[in-house]
């Protein structure tokens, strides 16, 4: 079955640096990637979305790049703040939507 | 606030009794997902509807477990004889209408923790 791995299990970084999380995906061949945001307590929020054809995608100080040859999504936050503490998921759509287990993004000041 | 809500925020029960759980998503939303999600965990995918048809179900989800949603708007997830395993939190989210590439974004609620005793 379609499975998610992420690297990190938490990643700490110091602030104004970049940090970087990964996404590989096993079993499923997935014509778009998503991640999210989930601070404590609370349900994720959608950031990003891209597709199989797509390289790179950008919004403000986040980039997401999707390599179809190694089967993964690379999550990129510029310039970090203590703000951007949260954990963060990587999902796709096979037979089901399927989240992985997330990273927890420490940053700090 | 027009996002999606659900009720309650925190159920505690005693193992063996029933709960039931709702969710009233974004009004224009045809699609509503139901999550599960523990400690640690990203989310776990139970359940999906169309409007009011029930599209996907999960195979995790056992019969115990039970979703409707009636007229295409809100949802209810039903757990009957629960069991401390059923200790999570449990979420909802909505969709709007696709273009027909099932890209599904959504936007979730803020969940109903579960606790059985």
């Known amino acids: 079955s379609q499975k998610i791995e992420q690297n990190s299990e938490a990643l700490n970084i110091q602030e104004g640096k970049t940090a970087t999380l990964t996404c590989n995906y096993t079993n499923y061949s997935p014509a778009y990637l998503q991640w999210y945001r989930q601070d404590p307590g609370r349900g994720p929020v959608f950031l990003l979305l891209i597709r199989e054809n797509e390289k790179e995608k950008r919004k403000e100080r986040l980039k997401v790049t999707f390599d179809t040859t190694l089967k993964q999504s690379l999550f990129h936050i510029t310039a970090s703040q203590p703000a951007d503490s949260a954990t963060y998921l990587c999902?796709?759509?096979?037979?089901?939507?399927?989240f992985g287990p997330g990273t927890r993004l420490s940053v700090l000041p | 606030d027009t996002g999606v809500s659900q009720d309650p925020r925190h159920k505690i029960t005693k193992r063996g009794q029933n709960v039931t759980f709702r969710c009233d998503p974004i009004?224009?939303?045809?699609?509503l997902y139901w999550y599960r999600q523990t400690l640690g965990q990203g989310p776990e995918f139970l359940t999906y509807?169309?409007?009011?048809?029930?599209?996907?179900k999960s195979r995790l989800l056992s019969d115990r477990f039970s979703a409707e949603r009636p007229k295409g708007s809100f949802s209810t997830l039903e757990i009957q004889r629960t069991e401390q395993g059923d200790s999570a939190m449990y979420l909802c989210?909505?969709?709007?209408?696709?273009?027909?590439?099932?890209?599904?974004?959504?936007?979730f609620g803020p969940g109903t923790r579960l606790t059985v005793l």
């Open positions: 999902a796709c759509r096979g037979q089901n939507f399927v």
């Open positions: 509807f169309q409007n009011e048809a029930q599209l996907e």
């Open positions: 989210a909505s969709s709007p209408r696709g273009t027909g590439k099932r890209e599904d974004t959504q936007y």
């Open positions: 009004s224009e939303h045809n699609r």
